[in-house]
């Protein structure tokens, strides 16, 4: 089968889930903002600062990666630029085909100016209402809830996980741990985990990125995720392939497809951080074809200088996908969402179906 254009697919309704607000910023936005703060670039033209992000993201490293993330929250400090940011975040999403999406930031980053938890809280979820609004008037329509991030190094998680929930009916549908995982167990969070399951609320865990099964078991069976932030490393427990019939998974993959936990995988940025050789190589296309509940998203789509169409332009290609496969992902995603159950059966009825029907013709 051919693959589907990028133009055509930008049209087609989508659904994301693993999208970080401090890496999906414009690079015209930090020029400004950074000259408004008074903060340092490594470029100050847009276009090459947009290269610049790119290539330095591009080392096959998820701690080098991780560094570019200075220069973003640096000009997410302020009430304007958290405001501003949510608001294009929103815009450039819809714009893209996106009709929900869940956009996560770590609100202990955006503290270095004075501002409190909940002052950040409030301009990003101020600046996602405006940009939705916005959206909606210009015929593209999204609906954005926020995921709330600890930070896995750091000692707030509890206090964010109480943020979290303080601001559960005001926009905010999650919390997440993120950062680097070698040598910071989710374990280290087990309070806030099991302080959230106590009051009802979702969370995922970033877990198997750059680190192995370990990370993934432990997410699961000892913190209790809902769903994995990104899990390709899911694979080492799987031997075999489908097309020789011999595939045999591992207890923990087993457990993984059985209990439909969704995967959050991030195919462009998990060939940068290493997690995965190649977009034609990366798991995706194994575990699609074992039929575990695989979702695509961005990640960082400015690291990564890409979208979601972009995204699935490259599986469309590398593995001859089709628009069936497309609205797959896509329904996968919205059943995986963090919100009501009739609230995500509506979207996939009203908005995502009509959609690839019309696609598929």
Request: glycine fraction near 8%; aromatic fraction near 8%.
């Given at each position: 089968?051919a ?6 697919i ?21 020029v400004?903002l ?24 591009d ?22 630029g ?13 714009a ?71 601001y ?32 009802n ?20 069976q ?48 998990n ?5 995965a ?12 074809d074992?039929?575990f509940?695989?979702t ?8 990564s ?25 896509t ?14 059966l ?12 019309k696609?598929?013709?």
């Amino acid at each position: 089968m051919a693959a589907i254009a990028f133009s055509d697919i930008v049209p087609a309704p989508k659904v994301l889930l693993h999208d970080h607000l401090d890496g999906g910023l414009r690079p015209a936005t930090i020029v400004e903002l950074a000259e408004r703060v008074g903060h340092e670039l490594p470029a100050t033209d847009p276009a090459a600062l947009g290269e610049w992000f790119v290539a330095a993201a591009d080392s096959g490293s998820l701690e080098r990666y991780l560094e570019t993330f200075a220069h973003t929250v640096a000009v997410m400090q302020t009430v304007e630029g958290l405001h501003r940011v949510a608001k294009e975040c929103a815009l450039d999403l819809a714009a893209d085909g996106v009709v929900y999406a869940e956009v996560r930031y770590a609100p202990e980053q955006h503290l270095e100016r004075g501002l409190s938890l909940d002052e950040v809280v409030d301009a990003v979820n101020a600046g996602f209402a405006e940009g939705a609004a916005e959206a909606a008037a210009q015929g593209t329509p999204i609906r954005v809830g926020v995921l709330l991030t600890a930070m896995r190094h750091a000692a707030r998680s509890q206090e964010i996980a109480e943020l979290s929930v303080r601001y559960r009916d005001a926009g905010v549908v999650g919390f997440d741990i993120a950062g680097a995982e070698a040598g910071f167990p989710p374990t280290r969070h087990l309070d806030a985990f099991e302080y959230l399951q106590r009051e009802n609320f979702h969370f995922t865990i970033h877990a198997g990125e750059a680190f192995g099964l370990p990370s993934i078991w432990q997410a699961i069976q000892w913190c209790g995720a809902d769903r994995l932030g990104h899990g390709v490393r899911l694979v080492d427990d799987i031997t075999g392939s489908p097309a020789a019939g011999d595939v045999v998974l591992g207890r923990l993959s087993a457990y993984v497809r059985d209990k439909r936990i969704p995967l959050e995988l991030c195919p462009s940025s998990n060939v940068q951080t290493g997690a995965a050789p190649s977009i034609a190589e990366h798991p995706i296309g194994l575990l699609h074809d074992l039929r575990f509940r695989v979702t695509v998203n961005t990640d960082n789509r400015l690291m990564s200088g890409t979208s979601m169409s972009r995204e699935m332009a490259l599986l469309s290609e590398a593995f001859g996908w089709g628009w069936s496969e497309l609205q797959w992902l896509t329904i996968n995603a919205m059943k995986s969402a963090f919100i009501p159950y009739d609230e995500r059966l509506a979207i996939i009825n009203d908005l995502i179906k009509p959609g690839y029907a019309k696609l598929i013709g």
